[in-house]
């Protein structure tokens, strides 16, 4: 690799070192070698823009429940399947999302009950409360929150049981029936 580095670099300073009158390398050309060098430079260095980067333009995750669980008193569920995670702000191992800027943000929540078991969830902000969902208590039932929050650098956004009992969440990992993600907005 370093020396694609080298060849790229003497071509570049080869063509620098011709008068745009010349001919051999125009000003639009040297700018576009110029950029190419700098862009595989970063690429070499692991500082280019993608998903193993932090991009403070973007942030976004997706991630669902492996297996049914059962989950104690107020307990945060630890969605463990990630799918995306731009800039890993959201944490499996705790379940908690963190906001890595000031926004506008949009976070979903779809959850399945065990069989004729009861399910009662939040979405939290921090240590506040936002919306429930309590899919019901017969069969297999799915619900879902949807909920768009203002957030400072550093929020942090989760799903907590929301009662004093042992409650029941359903999932599959051929199916993935229950899910968690959010992204910004702006």
Known sequence: MRDVCCIVV??????????????????????????????????????????NQRDETSSAFAASLTAARTLGTGEIVKFDKVWTNVNNDYDPSTGVYTAPKQGVYQFLCTVMTANNKTLRLLLWKNDMKTVAVYPG?????????????????GDKVYIKQASLDKLYIYSESAYNYSMFSGYLIR
């Open 137 to 153: 208590n017969s069969g297999y039932n799915t619900g879902t929150i949807n909920m768009i929050l203002e957030l400072k650098k």
């Open 10 to 51: 003497a071509l570049v300073m080869s063509c620098y070192g011709h008068k745009a009158d010349s001919g051999s390398c125009t000003p639009t050309l040297e700018n576009a070698l110029f950029e190419d060098l700098l862009s595989m430079m970063l690429k070499i260095k692991g500082i280019q823009k993608g998903t």
